[in-house]
């Protein structure tokens, strides 16, 4: 039995192993995918000082440490179930039962797919999977694709796939409808694409952030070229929408349309993009299933990428010897999920040895270290992500308080 077990072998879990390990606590950590570092494996960008970020080496340095003091990592091994006990928790695994007084779900983020006519076809992926071939695998998924989805996450990925040698032909949006909602209004994702690009990695969508404090996002939109803007020398265009991914056996291009600044179509305009495959970018939201299966309590923040459980600063859920770090909590950069994760691990360490006063301070200043980590991030998925951040833990401390008074009438 471990002091405390951690599901999910990424940043926020690596970073939360090493921080408990290193307070003397025996950590095991698990994964479902065959090598630690979670979605660190497939990030390789170029940060604003010039250095290039490498996920895969970072998920080796952080997995290294973590062995050094003593964590035990173990990789394809699924979850399917988990409960309390007197002494703690048992967690039920294809690769057996594992005990730990303290649990911690580091569990990450998953991606929400934009369903379009056609995405069935073979060669149809998630940006995320693309990205996934190219960074983790080493397989080029094709010579050329179209993306579908203009979001933070799409352009990113648009770019590491250009350095896997792909043609990125461009970046459009699906059709609006009841499945893509904002996603498929031009005005709407210009404005949420100039409300993040004060962080934004080009000069050029630095500019639209510019423009967006100037000018109404109804202009914006009208003033936005037909052929699109090139981000990464790859062409953005919020006036084009796909309407169909063709191919008989499997995917071989888009049909696409030009549209109005509401999402009306004008099918006189429709045409077809030839792609060896086509990639469906509708975001990420928090991986929290197997927090409901706990019977954590939920709230749904968007700023966060949707429903998250209740946990305050200290990364403490309702549930007693329950933790959350990382893209569980919302969707933010790897850094922060990171800084999270020590956060918790330290958290975790003061509850084992009932040492909250001693090491107070430490956790402070590991908060402290969140927000700053989070201010300085390269991109943020969604606006107002600090502000939310901010309300909802103030909530979350008046809840947790109130469930700690009624457990406490209940004992």
């Known amino acids: 039995m471990s ?8 940043p926020a879990g690596l970073s939360a192993a090493i921080a408990a390990a290193e307070k003397g606590l025996s950590v095991t950590v698990i994964d479902e995918f065959p090598k630690a570092g979670g979605r660190l494996l497939g990030q390789l960008h170029q940060e604003p000082n010039g250095e290039w970020w490498n996920g895969i080496q970072k998920g080796e340095q952080l997995s290294q440490r973590a062995r050094q003091l003593g964590v035990t990592i173990q990789c394809e091994v699924s979850v399917y179930d988990i409960s309390q006990s007197k002494n ?7 690769k057996g039962e ?26 149809v992926m998630t940006i995320g999977a ?12 094709g010579n050329s694709c179209i993306i579908i989805g203009a979001n933070v996450l799409s352009m990113a990925i648009a770019n590491e796939l250009k350095l896997c040698g792909v043609n990125v032909k461009e970046i459009i949006i699906p059709k609006a409808d009841i499945t893509s909602n904002e996603a498929g209004n031009p005005e709407q994702v210009l404005s949420s694409l100039m409300r993040l690009t004060h962080l934004a990695p080009t000069p050029i969508l630095r500019q639209l952030g510019k423009i967006g404090k100037l000018v109404h996002p109804k202009i914006a ?17 919020l006036k084009n929408a796909a309407l169909e991914i063709v191919g008989d056996r499997f995917a071989t291009g888009v049909r696409t349309a030009n549209i109005k600044a509401n999402g009306e179509i004008d099918h006189t305009s429709e045409k077809v993009v030839d792609a060896d495959f086509v990639c469906i970018a509708g975001g990420l939201t928090p991986l929290s299933e197997l927090a409901s299966i706990i019977g954590c309590s939920f709230k749904y923040i968007p700023e966060l990428g949707g429903h998250v459980p209740v946990h305050n600063e200290q990364m403490q859920t309702n549930i007693p010897g329950l933790y959350v770090a990382g893209n569980i909590t919302g ?75 009624i457990k406490k009438r209940e004992a």
Not at 3 to 10: C, K, R, S, V
Request: positive net charge.
């Open 331 to 405: 969707i933010e950069s790897a850094k922060v999920a990171m800084a999270q994760g020590r956060v918790a691990g330290l958290a975790i360490a003061a509850d084992i040895m009932n040492d909250w006063e001693q090491m107070e301070t430490s956790i402070n200043k590991a908060i402290e270290n969140v927000n700053i980590t989070r201010d300085k991030a390269l991109i943020q998925f969604h606006p107002g992500i600090s502000d939310a951040r901010k309300k909802f833990y103030q909530k979350s401390e008046v809840d947790l308080t109130q469930i700690s008074k």
């Open 3 to 10: 002091d405390l077990l951690i599901i999910g072998a990424g």
């Open 221 to 237: 939109i009208k003033l936005f070229p037909r052929k699109g803007i090139r981000m990464f020398d790859i062409p953005l265009r």
């Open 88 to 94: 703690g928790w048992d967690v039920y695994t294809t």
């Open 98 to 123: 594992y005990k730990a007084e303290k649990l911690l779900l580091a569990t990450g983020a998953t991606e929400s797919p934009i369903p379009v006519k056609g995405w069935t076809l073979p060669g």
């Open 130 to 141: 693309a990205q996934i071939m190219g960074n983790v695998h080493r397989v080029k998924p």
